[in-house]
């Protein structure tokens, strides 16, 4: 009796061997008590099995949200991309891509003229980065002997920021441009953001661009301070074309938080052609950036 009872109990085993591990035949018969088919998890366990969406899509898709939230009260073009401080990885949203750098070039022009000119150059830049003044910027732009040698040597921050497109115009073109028509993508723009607070020297214009004046108060300058978040911006805004007298509005932020830093360029060209609805625009942006702060990607140097 008992080796009956064995046997019995190895044949079982072995059937359920087989059926858990992959090892019966074709044409093996499983035993009458296996079910046919197994009933389907609770929605609420089979969602903790299904793979995570990826990040970017998640943004993109919120980010589309946005955008059609926007048709209505701020119709026009909206462009974003985000940037991990230390990283060139780029993610951009929006139809808008590229335009014209207007102030946003007084940057690099800051940095360039400090390195060559030391503190010499410190008020022409708390003017230029602070309250945007044109003036400042123009010296700046001199100081750097003008024309060509200024073009090189915002070139050579440029691509020391990782930046290796944009091409900067000036007076030595034909026709005689202003630094600030250069045409800068977001991408571009946000890629050199990211490397800007590694690059030797940065601080000062980082320290500017903490602390700039009630005009540029807008877009990411107020970003995810809730959070404990700081940030570092610089505005720029101009004719969107030299056909249109509608104004494209843009900024590049620095946005700094326990878990790294982020670097993000936005644009906007309202229809109505308005710099205050372009701000708004922008201030949407912003917002939607601090309510998505803690999925945004980071990075450090």
Same mark, same amino acid.
Request: glycine letters at 10%; zero cysteines; charged letters at 20%.
């Given at each position: 009796m008992t080796r009956v009872k064995l046997a019995v109990g190895m044949t079982a085993l072995a059937v359920v061997c087989s059926v858990v591990f992959g090892t019966a035949s074709a044409t093996a018969a499983s035993p009458p008590w296996w079910p046919t088919q197994l009933p389907p998890l609770p929605p609420q366990v089979a969602r903790l099995f299904e793979p995570p !969406?990826? $990040?970017?899509?998640? /943004?993109?898709?919120?980010?589309?949200?946005?955008? =059609?939230?926007?048709? =209505?009260? /701020?119709?026009?073009? !909206? *462009?974003?991309? $985000?940037?991990?401080?230390g990283s060139d990885q780029a993610m951009s949203m929006g139809t808008l891509k590229t335009g014209r750098a207007w102030s946003t070039l007084k940057v690099p022009v800051s940095l360039a003229a400090q390195r060559k000119n030391g503190p010499a150059v410190a008020m022409k830049e708390d003017k230029a980065i602070k309250f945007?003044?044109?003036?400042a910027a123009g010296d700046l732009w001199g100081s750097l002997g003008g024309g060509r040698s200024s073009v090189d040597a915002v070139t050579e921050v440029l691509r020391e920021g990782h930046d290796a497109r944009t091409q900067v115009t000036s007076e030595a073109d034909d026709p005689p441009s202003y630094p600030g028509y250069t045409p800068w993508a977001l991408a571009d723009q946000a890629r050199f953001g990211a490397h800007l607070p590694c690059l030797p020297g940065s601080e000062h214009v980082i320290r500017l661009m903490s602390s700039v004046a009630a005009n540029q108060q807008w877009g990411v300058a107020k970003t995810g301070r809730s959070q404990g978040a700081v940030t570092a911006v610089k505005g720029g805004w101009g004719p969107a074309t030299s =056909?249109?007298? *509608?104004?494209? !509005?843009?900024?590049? *932020? %620095?946005?700094?938080?326990?878990?790294?830093?982020?670097? !993000?360029?936005?644009?906007? %060209?309202?229809?109505?052609?308005?710099?205050?609805? *372009?701000t708004k625009m922008l201030n949407r942006m912003g917002d939607w950036l601090g309510r998505n702060l803690v999925q945004l990607p980071m990075g450090r140097c």
């Open positions: !969406v990826p $990040i970017e899509k998640k /943004l993109t898709k919120s980010f589309a949200t946005l955008q =059609k939230s926007m048709r =209505k009260s /701020l119709p026009g073009q !909206v *462009g974003l991309a $985000i940037v991990p401080i945007s003044d044109n003036d =056909k249109s007298a *509608g104004y494209l !509005v843009r900024q590049l *932020g %620095v946005i700094t938080t326990t878990r790294g830093q982020v670097a !993000v360029s936005m644009a906007a %060209v309202p229809r109505s052609g308005s710099f205050s609805d *372009g």
